[in-house]
């Protein structure tokens, strides 16, 4: 079961790299995506590995919380993480595309308009998933607190992620020609103080 979810992972991950690609026609943005994808499935896997600890603790109880194995649901959870993680990465980095417009490098400027546009979007998505993965793990049993475990730690990852990291890494400062310019007016206002 463990071979097979992480093939299907990995698969899914490759066969978004080219869906990217092909829709953005731009390396950059799909390597960046799926970067953001792959942070989001280890901190996932991560937050997997520590639920048994984190059972055994005194607020583990209170937190009903258990010792969460790699099962159908817990794949099923990876996956639909991978889809999150994805829309909200794509919803903002079409909007860079956007604000790019025809201009040949994407600068500073773009990367925060873009984030700021987004922003209010991704905070309503992300809440209203949060409260949902929240309602499956406390009223859904014991089936699918997995499930509601992961998907609210894939949540809040992806969220994160597709800001704080996909939308970054897209930028390149060696191309940005407005880099020099803040650098070289830093150094001036600290020559100058």
Known sequence: LVANAVVAVMISLLLMLGYIWMRFGSFRFSSCTVLALVFNMVVCLGALAYSGALARTPLGPTLSMGDFRIDLNVVAGLLTVLGYG??????ILDRVRENRGKAPH????????????????????????????????????????????????????????????????????????????????????????
Not at 86 to 91: E, G, K, M, R, S
């Open 86 to 91: 994805l829309n909200d990465t794509v919803v």
């Open 106 to 193: 994407i600068t500073r400027a773009v990367v925060n308009a873009s984030i700021n546009q987004s922003f209010g979007r991704t905070v309503l998505t992300g809440g209203n998933s949060i409260a949902t993965a929240l309602i499956l793990f406390g009223l859904g049993g014991a089936g699918l607190k997995p499930f509601g475990y992961v998907y609210f730690v894939g949540v809040l990852v992806s969220t994160f992620s597709s800001i704080a990291i996909a939308a970054t890494l897209v930028y390149a400062r060696r191309e940005d020609p407005t880099a020099a310019r803040h650098e070289h007016a830093g150094a001036t206002a600290i020559v100058l103080a």
